[in-house]
Nanobody, 121 residues
Framework: QVQLVESGGGLVQAGGSLRLSCAAS????????MGWYRQAPGKQRELVAT???????NYADSVKGRFTISADNAKNTVYLQMNSLKPDDTAVYYC???????????????WGQGTQVTVSS
């Protein structure tokens, strides 16, 4: 089995920074993609940023220039550095990893438990 553990959320004032981490453990042969999503109260979950195993990144327009996604493949960990935070960034943030458990297995999406980010004005 695979477990994802998120950390780094919290309360911050507007303009501040936070760094989220998501570490995967368990039976992992390879990771094919990593991403961060968020869900604000009363809204649908939305994509924040993704990174491929090759290092290509993609960001939602609302976070471009402020957030940076990165990964440490040796540690099976994905990070989200969030700078210049705004109250609109308040949400529960979830990581998602596309993991292949065995060499001849298919990939499966695994989700973190979610971490609350609250930005006060």
């Amino acid at each position: 089995q695979v477990q994802l553990v998120e950390s780094g959320g919290g309360l911050v004032q507007a303009g501040g920074s936070l760094r989220l981490s998501c570490a995967a453990s368990g039976t992992i042969f390879s990771i094919h993609g990593m991403g961060w999503y968020r869900q604000a109260p009363g809204k649908q979950r939305e994509l924040v940023a993704t990174i491929t195993s090759g290092g290509s990144t993609n960001y939602a327009d609302s976070v471009k220039g402020r957030f940076t996604i990165s990964a440490d493949n040796a540690k099976n960990t994905v990070y989200l550095q969030m700078n210049s935070l705004k109250p609109d960034d308040t949400a529960v943030y979830y990581c998602k990893l596309e993991i292949r458990m065995y060499m001849y297995d298919y990939t499966t999406d695994y989700w973190g438990q979610g971490t609350q980010v609250t930005v006060s004005s």
